[in-house]
């Protein structure tokens, strides 16, 4: 029998989320969001639309969350209209936002009160992965829960692993977001210093990528940003800041020195302090370019002298 599956957290990645669920088979229940766009394509390709997270999860055996941080997570779980009044006895959430470990299995243990199983299920792998159903997904929670939601999962992506109980998951993405965001302000800095100094910035990629500083972000993320210097598509900086701020919260709690990690911080806290939040976290390279007074896809000066 096909599982019915809520959706809530319609944005820049969960909308294609959702509609490879819709694509592969599964009725989906969706209810309003700051955005309409994304809820009338959704329509239109056949979700059902309701009023709120209530409505959903009676609807619903499965829901999936993809809101940006705990307190959106714990008011659409628990709040005033939120999932715990509607469910049905034996239903799961599995929440793909990206969390402090902590506050999700607080979470998961509110709503095991109310006989709902919760999986932290975050998610990697940006707007274009995700369209293709290619995600990465990391989960925490029951072995039994797991095993029911699987289906779902893979309907959104490619590796997905369960990796130990509630908050594993989330525990396993700030760290892969630890790496992202310290690696990007280091392709920051490469490329500024390189292409200041005569490199051009397409062929400095390549050779590197070539080399032994290839990554993934220098092969499928600078190309279409850092290099056309255009940041208005992909994971925004003010999200990175609130994951790396998860991550070192995560840290104190117990005992990690984390000193890369708080520099990489306060430098996403500086860019998005410079206007850059709603921007591809790349744009944390426009400090560097701003202070060189020189721009990465170009070469060329990013002001004129006085």
Known sequence: MTMHVGFIGLGTIGEPMATNLLAKGFPLTICGHHNRAPVERL??????????????????????????????????????????????????????????????????????????AMLDAPISGGPERAGRGELAIMVGGTPEAYAQAEPVLHAMGRSVTHVGPNGMGEVIKLANNMICGNLMIAIAEAMTLAVKAGGDAATIREIVLQSAGANFLLEAWVKDRLLKDDYTAGFATSLMQKDLGAALDSARALGVPMLMTALAYQLYELAEGAGYGREDYCA???????????????????????
């Open 43 to 116: 329509q239109a390709a056949g979700a059902q639309v309701v009023a709120d997270p209530q409505a959903v999860a009676a609807a619903s055996q499965i829901v999936v969350t993809c809101v940006p941080d705990a307190p959106q997570v714990r008011e659409v779980c628990l709040g005033e209209h939120g999932l715990v009044h509607g469910a049905q006895p034996g239903l799961i959430v599995v929440d793909c936002s990206t969390i402090n470990p902590t506050e999700s299995r607080q979470i998961a243990a509110a709503l095991s009160t109310h006989g709902i």
């Open 284 to 306: 944390v390279s426009k400090i560097y370019q701003d202070a060189a007074n020189v721009t990465i896809a170009t070469g060329q000066p990013r002001r004129q002298p006085a």
